[in-house]
């Protein structure tokens, strides 16, 4: 996952230039992103939902984020910074999750 992580996350980027700060804080929302992952269902019963994730063994339940406002469609001369992190960690996932 780590040679995939780091290719999707080169692709992302592109030719953007992060502070220290901005890439370790895109770094932590990629790794708490790929750690809630389902990998397999915790039940039989088809009514429970729940999954099991990476963030189970690391830290014995699930890591749950709350969703954003999708701005992978503004152009990027128009983000902030901090909009600018959340489109790159935004298209990370639709890009690992499609390619992955």
């Known amino acids: 996952?780590?040679?995939?992580?780091?290719?999707h996350l080169t692709r992302v980027m592109g030719n953007q230039?992060?502070?220290?700060?901005?890439?370790?804080t895109l770094a932590c929302r990629i790794e708490a992103l790929l750690n809630s992952r389902p990998i397999?269902?915790?039940s039989t019963d088809?009514?429970?939902?729940?999954?099991?994730?990476?963030?189970?063994?690391?830290?014995g339940h699930p890591m749950v984020e709350i969703?954003?406002?999708?701005?992978?469609?503004v152009l990027q001369n128009r983000l902030t910074r901090w909009e600018l992190l959340r489109q790159m960690y935004q298209s990370f996932?639709?890009?690992w999750?499609?390619?992955?």
């Open 40 to 42: 397999t269902p915790i």
């Open 97 to 100: 999750s499609t390619e992955y």
């Open 93 to 95: 996932w639709k890009r």
């Open 1 to 7: 996952a780590v040679k995939s992580t780091k290719y």
């Open 17 to 24: 230039r992060l502070t220290f700060e901005e890439m370790a």
């Open 67 to 73: 969703p954003e406002l999708d701005v992978t469609h």
């Open 46 to 59: 088809p009514n429970d939902y729940r999954a099991l994730t990476p963030g189970h063994f690391l830290i």
